[in-house]
């Protein structure tokens, strides 16, 4: 009964290929989000999604592109990946009309490791 | 400047002493705050939340906003070596749909 589940966990890969993290959420939440974590624990936010509806997209090269399919559901495409693409990448969900406001609800995370 | 700072640390304390964890911002529109947990290879878990200025407890946390000075801290009594962590302030605006800032998230060990 995994709240936030992500896959895979792992992925080692080369650099230019492609590759897909999934990210599902049993909590009935309408808003989820991807963040990227580096080295050195620093999370910054990528994308967001409200009810399918893209609301928050950061400066990130558009190589990396998210599909929310349903409210449940949020996926991160990364075409071309970099040396610099390897970190930990988090799918989180929330869900504003409940307090506390900005409770974020994480995934383990899927840690990229581009050789 | 970014929008919260936060010193990484490390911070390594033994068992049964006070830690003291901080976190400054530069927008007054912050109105909520946070602290996050973040075991190793685990998903951060809010931790404590705090709306505008004032102190909030619980058990053995304690977090404080000083809206004027922009500083927010937690504090944890008696720490316990499971209180080793990393600990990530977190902060929004008040709109609904609005983004968190984390800050870098501080790296605890507690030692028995």
């Known amino acids: 009964d995994t709240a936030v589940s992500q896959t895979p966990k792992y992925l080692v890969t080369q650099m230019g290929n492609d590759k897909s993290i999934k990210c599902e959420q049993n909590l009935g939440h309408d808003t989820m989000y991807w963040y990227k974590q580096d080295s050195k624990k620093f999370l910054k936010i990528m994308f967001s999604y409200n009810n399918k509806e893209l609301i928050i997209n950061e400066t990130v090269p558009n190589r990396f592109s998210p599909k929310s399919p349903d409210k449940a559901h949020l996926n991160l495409h990364i075409n071309s990946l970099e040396l610099g693409d390897s970190a930990v990448y988090f799918c989180?969900?929330?869900?504003?009309?409940?307090?506390?406001?900005?409770?974020?609800?994480f995934g383990e995370g899927s840690r990229l490791t581009v050789l | 400047q970014k929008e919260v700072e936060q010193d990484p640390g490390p911070l390594s304390v033994p068992e049964g002493a006070i830690v003291s964890l901080n976190c400054t911002y530069s927008n007054s529109a912050f109105q909520y705050f946070m602290w996050y947990r973040q075991y190793s290879r685990k998903g951060p878990e809010l931790l404590m939340y705090?709306?505008?200025?004032g102190n909030k407890e619980d058990g053995r946390f304690t977090a404080q906003v000083d809206k004027s000075s922009k500083y927010i801290s937690l504090f944890i009594r008696d720490s316990q070596p499971s209180d080793s962590a990393t600990y990530l302030c977190?902060?929004?605006?008040?709109?609904?749909?609005?983004?968190?800032?984390f800050g870098r998230g501080t790296q605890l060990t507690v030692w028995p």
């Open positions: 977190a902060m929004k605006r008040g709109s609904t749909l609005g983004r968190l800032y």
């Open positions: 989180a969900s929330s869900q504003d009309s409940r307090p506390p406001p900005g409770e974020l609800f």
């Open positions: 705090t709306y505008s200025s």
